[in-house]
């Protein structure tokens, strides 16, 4: 089952803020997080484990709420290079491959 | 190191043709991703190799997709008789294991247009 990711798009000038959020139907083993500029191939940014928090940069974390089954990605003081489209990808307990949402595009504006 | 690359980067051909897509993963991973992008989709999972296991096959849209790995390392994606709807993107990724803790580093992808 494919996640839903929200918003579909946004928009923001250099140091704002944002929250890119990842909802499954189902419950996760672990989310993962990926930014994909245009043209180029998609580059990881984090993994998320059940139990667990991950950050993998310096002003972008997530946050894994298992209950809820969902996870967000927050961006902070935005810079023109965080610019791109952000997937999430969830994996199901039972060894499944990852499932990827539809990506949220951002645009980051001077 | 050398990171993923597919080839060709571009191909088009016309609808009814056979094609095949390579990629060749980073050297040591034993987990390779076939994956497909259509304009303004997210990533549709086709297909993974784990090691000499047998692969996962369970996102190939229909029998027309095949794809192999020889010798643990570069994997051929064939689709037959192509059809207008399998234009789209289509990436390869490759990661140290299959395993929710290990990631995925994909490759600059093969732009497929069936005409």
């Known amino acids: 089952q494919q996640p839903v990711q929200s918003p579909q798009a946004v928009i923001l000038r250099e140091g704002e803020d944002a929250v890119i959020n990842c909802s499954s139907s189902?419950?996760?083993?672990?989310v993962h997080w990926y930014r994909q500029k245009h043209g180029e191939a998609p580059v990881f940014l984090m993994i998320l484990l059940k139990g667990g928090e991950q950050k993998g940069h310096d002003k972008i974390s997530a946050s894994f709420n298992e209950k809820k089954q969902q996870s967000s990605l927050y961006l902070t003081a935005s810079q023109l290079s965080y610019s791109g489209t952000y997937f999430c990808g969830t994996e199901v307990p039972g060894n499944t491959p990852l499932v990827f949402g539809k990506g949220t595009r951002l645009s980051v504006i001077a | 190191g050398a990171g993923v690359s597919q080839s060709p980067s571009n191909k088009v051909t016309e609808k009814g043709k056979d094609v095949e897509l390579r990629c060749d993963p980073i050297s040591g991973h034993t987990a390779l991703y076939w994956y497909r992008q259509s304009l303004g989709q997210g990533l549709e999972f086709l297909i993974y190799?784990?090691?000499?296991?047998?692969?996962?096959k369970s996102g190939l849209p229909s029998d027309r997709f095949s794809a192999e790995r020889t010798g643990g390392s570069v994997s051929t994606l064939t689709i037959q008789r192509t059809q207008q709807e399998d234009s789209a993107v289509y990436l390869c990724?490759?990661?140290?294991?299959?395993?929710?803790?290990?990631?995925?580093?994909f490759g600059p992808g093969t732009r497929l247009t069936v005409t």
């Open positions: 990724a490759s990661s140290l294991r299959i395993h929710s803790s290990y990631e995925q580093y």
């Open positions: 190799f784990q090691g000499n296991s047998a692969p996962d």
């Open positions: 189902k419950a996760l083993y672990s």
